[in-house]
């Protein structure tokens, strides 16, 4: 599939330092199919190259209503594996990548559009946001990343709970389970996920990386050798030269202060 093709179902904005990467499919919800992950990819790969954070949002009444079935049921099972396979690297350069992403959700996440959403950093969703994981009762399995991505985010129990059940959870309930960090009135996602992904982008590049890189294997370690790297990662970021100015500002008062919340 050529550039322009791919580019249809995804459009591409530049806001500063922040991409902003829509799913343009609305007739179909924003169901993912081989050329959607595609065009995704190619969106993802630029925003590398010319931001510093970014931003994945849904058109229309929805962020992602998961895989196309209609594509799906045509493929051999090597096709499918190849599928998935290919899903997990375009996916795993979201979550492994050089830059931190921000979903902004609303309307329906499901199956796929969840995995899509789990491979982001931080997730914002607006109070129409729903979430499910409906493979049991289509008789699939997940197959974009959903079974290591999500099962780790809310736990192995409520993910086998709704692939079980077809139990589908509130925006109120995917924060409570860290399927989303923030909840916000309808219609507010995209501009509170663009606010925290500015927040993103004027962090220490080599800050953002480690914990981009650092933070999730840490999470994957023993004990005693997460905090052996972390130590590592602590002295690298500290001593580079950029770190140096950053800590001499806020010693100076010249930093930003932290954003203290208010009590009422």
Known sequence: MDKAANESFVTYEL??????????????????????????????QRAEGEAKAGVIYGHGDHFCAGLDLAE?????PIEGVRGSRRWHAVFGSIEHG????????????????LEL????????ADKTAFFALPEGQRGIFVGGGG?????????????TDMMLTGRVASAEEGERWNLCQYVVEPG???????????????????????????????QDMAKEDGLFVESLMASFTATSPEA??????????????????KKD
């Open 15 to 44: 806001d500063g330092d922040v991409a902003l990467i829509g799913l343009n499919r609305p007739a179909k919800r924003n169901a993912i199919s081989d050329v959607f992950v595609e065009a995704i990819a190619d969106a993802v």
């Open 117 to 124: 959403a789990s491979s982001t950093h931080i997730r914002v």
């Open 188 to 218: 507010e996602a995209k501009a509170k996920a663009l606010e925290l992904a500015r927040n993103a982008a004027g962090n220490a590049e080599l800050s953002n990386y480690a914990v981009l890189h650092a933070l999730p294997r840490i």
């Open 72 to 76: 799906h049921v045509k493929k051999t």
């Open 98 to 113: 050089a830059i931190p992403w921000v979903a902004a959700l609303h309307g329906a996440v499901v199956g796929g559009g």
């Open 147 to 159: 079974s290591v991505r999500a099962a780790r985010l809310m736990g192995v129990a409520r993910m």
């Open 244 to 261: 140096e100015e950053r800590l001499r500002a806020f010693l100076e008062k010249r930093a930003k202060r932290l954003n203290i919340p």
